[in-house]
């Protein structure tokens, strides 16, 4: 399985982004898709996940009311919407799918950029 990221790029404070993530390949199964972000030396840490049979979601508080995840029709995309974006949002922005037997797939990540 692949997951391919878009989206990612440069923005003001107090702006949008869209992140776009599509998975690919057979038989993997997804349970769970998400997004985490990473900056230098530090952990990479969750930003917000849904569940693919009910669309339930979670979000870190630091997000909570600025950002949407919402996944495709098709169940095997996940896409992040950003907005009243904060310097502090800057970081490699990966995508994550966990399939029902637990097998974890990771994107290549994007980078977002905020500029105060």
């Known amino acids: 399985a692949q997951l391919v990221e878009s989206g990612g790029g440069l923005v003001q404070a107090g702006g949008s982004l869209r992140l776009s993530c599509a998975a690919s390949?057979?038989?993997?199964?997804?349970?769970?898709m998400g997004w985490y972000r990473q900056t230098p030396g530090k952990q990479r840490e969750l930003v917000a996940t849904?569940?693919?049979?009910?669309?339930?979601?979670n979000y870190a508080d630091s997000v909570k009311g600025r950002f949407t995840i919402s996944r495709g029709d098709a169940k095997n995309s996940v896409y992040l919407q950003m907005n009243s974006l904060k310097p502090e949002d800057t970081a490699v922005y990966y995508c994550?799918?966990?399939?029902?037997?637990?097998?974890?797939?990771w994107g290549q990540g994007t980078q977002v950029t905020v500029s105060s």
């Open positions: 994550n799918a966990l399939s029902y037997w637990s097998d974890e797939y």
């Open positions: 390949g057979s038989g993997f199964g997804i349970r769970v």
């Open positions: 849904i569940i693919s049979t009910d669309g339930s979601t």
